[in-house]
């Protein structure tokens, strides 16, 4: 048997085995052909519109919600995409017994006032709001009671009566809840909260004084150990279930508010239109970048249909407020990078008109609303200065440069950060000022100051002319499987004194928000993408034993990547083998490659394939320590 001959046997041996591996029973890994994000619901874009909660708390009054949406039409905001009127906690006034059903206060929500004081519906409410053009939300909360029962038990309009009278959250009453809310009550959308699984253990203060009864915890906000995964995921697949049932057309949006824990960055995408990244949002500069960094570094987890959220806008309030105008701005153009939910949290009535000027800057709320749903991907990042890069629709770049300190920054602005060619000229336009710069070839000086983000529009030319980067579209890859098995804080998010415990605690703990999860042009821990020395300045950092999903949807050729080992790795005896599928079968396959092997490239024709799935195989499905695999300047290719 010739050599030759004895490597083509084993590499089709070898792929017949993968492949066989593939297609197991409850294998994660193995290829489905389709697309596994959600998709269902009204969140092609990433939803506009006001929350209560930021502005008045449960000192809620169909009264102020009214004024509120009116002024959303008054002042034309209502015509640049902010549709949804969201009311947050304090509508409520107790769980009647023993049917169950939800009970309206009257005495703030006097329309609900339709049957006498135990048959209310907030259906006049809801009408009243699709009057005006505009979509109604509710709020609720996946345990028995909510955040405010919780943690704010001295606020006005809590509900009342018995134990069980109180419990108006959704536990146990799911189905009969969201039939009310959406097919009785006609709301548009939910939120969620997790404070009910979360802050009534046997040991909470309400539930040993008799309060409450208690539930779980199933949910430990700083120890992810403690934390029934499993569980609260089933619970959220639980209203999404009962939502298709309500809803058989689709017209909702579910929103998960479990503030990034329980692992809900791996599978928040696959049940919700919206996952929370963070812990509640604060009017305070350091709590902004918290947030942000909570949903920064996670733009492969945000399609069309699914998205980052990292909680309501601020600005109105506190350091975003009339006399901060630059946070402001920042704090809303880093939102629309990140193609976040734009939920502006301000009592309307009698704004500011620079503030309502921000709000409805139509260039930058273009940006949120880019059809392709591209989040931005950090092109630069330091403590100091980020340079975020989002692909548009139109081929253009948006680019917000954000000066993160108090100091002033000059920072040059490459043709790299953005892709394009270096000896092409590269044109900017301001979007705050629509102010068009003269074009650069190479890079440009951009002078900030402190806590500035300017935002451009940049037209240029590729620098891979013939197709285009899978980071630079994170909004058709999805990691349906990151390979993370063992989920771990994440030590990069800016910690702030808590805002909730001062200084009285030991201070603010690293949060269970996705470290180690897939990344764009960046390893899984924020390195550099190499293998075997060799840098690549663009591809898919992942661990092993993953699975990517990407949308080509028939509009590509080829598919091209140098794979391999990435440097960074932790384990350097795993035997990793990467696979190319295209809408369930197998198009290629690798050698096994193992640490320090140089990168092999991977082509597959790909034409006419809607599903494009990368597979990167070790050894053991639970290796005792990660494996950093790279999927380097990873591309389809339009020839």
Known sequence: MTGSFRTLVASLSLALTIHGEAWAANDPLAPTGRWTAVT???????????????????????????ASAQAIVDSGLARKGYRYINVDDGWWLKRRM???????????????????????????????????????????????????????????NLPEGTAAEREVGLYGHIDQDIRLYFSDWAFDYIKVD????RAFGP?????????????????????????????????????????????????YVFSICAWGAADVRAWGKDVGNLSRTSDDLTPNWTRMLANFDSAAN????????????????????????????????????????????LLIGYDLRGAPQPLMDILGNRDIIAIDQD?????????YDTDDVQILVKMLGNGHKAVAVFNRGLAPADVTLTADHLKFSRTAPVTLRNLWTGATLPAFSGGMKIHLAPRETVVFDAVGTRALADGIYLSEMPGRV?????????PQPDPTIHRMINPWASTTDTGEPPAYTGWGGAQADATPYRQALRIQGNMYGTGLGVLANSRFEVRADGKFRRFVADVGVDDSTFDTD???????????????????????????????????????????????????????VTWGNAALLYN
Request: proline share 7%; hydrophobic share 40%.
């Open 98 to 156: 023993p049917d169950g059903r939800m009970i309206v206060r009257t005495s703030t929500f006097p329309s609900a006032a339709v049957g006498g004081t135990d048959q209310t519906s907030l259906k006049p409410f809801t009408d009243r709001i699709h009057a005006m053009g505009l979509k109604a939300g509710i709020y609720s909360d996946i345990g028995a009671n909510t955040c405010s029962q919780a943690f704010a038990p001295n606020s006005p």
């Open 40 to 66: 269902t619901g009204r969140a092609a874009t990433p939803p506009m519109g006001w929350n209560s909660w930021n502005a008045f708390h449960t000192d809620v009054t169909e009264a102020k919600i009214l």
């Open 298 to 341: 996670r733009p492969l987890y945000a399609h069309p249909g699914s998205w980052n959220d990292p909680d309501m806008l601020f600005v109105g309030q506190g350091d975003f407020d009339e006399h901060h105008l630059m946070e402001a701005k920042s704090h809303f153009a880093l939102w629309s990078m990140l193609s976040a939910p």
């Open 371 to 379: 059809p392709e749903g591209n989040q931005a991907v950090l092109a």
């Open 574 to 628: 795993d035997v990793v083998t990467f696979a190319v599928y295209g809408d369930g079968k197998l198009l290629t396959m690798s050698k096994p490659i193992r640490f320090g092997q140089a990168a092999q490239v991977l082509r597959a024709d790909i034409k006419g394939v809607k599903i494009v799935e990368l597979v990167a195989r070790g050894k053991s499905a639970r290796n005792k320590v990660p494996t950093v």
């Open 203 to 251: 040991q909470s203060e309400g539930v040993r004084s008799g309060q409450y009864r208690a539930l779980g915890p199933l949910v430990d906000i700083e120890e992810i150990r403690r934390t029934d995964i499993a569980a609260v995921r089933k619970l959220y697949q639980q209203v999404a279930d009962a939502l298709r049932r309500s809803k058989p057309e689709g017209d």
């Open 194 to 197: 997790g404070c009910g699984i």
């Open 478 to 486: 999805n990691p349906a499987v990151d390979g993370v098995t063992i």
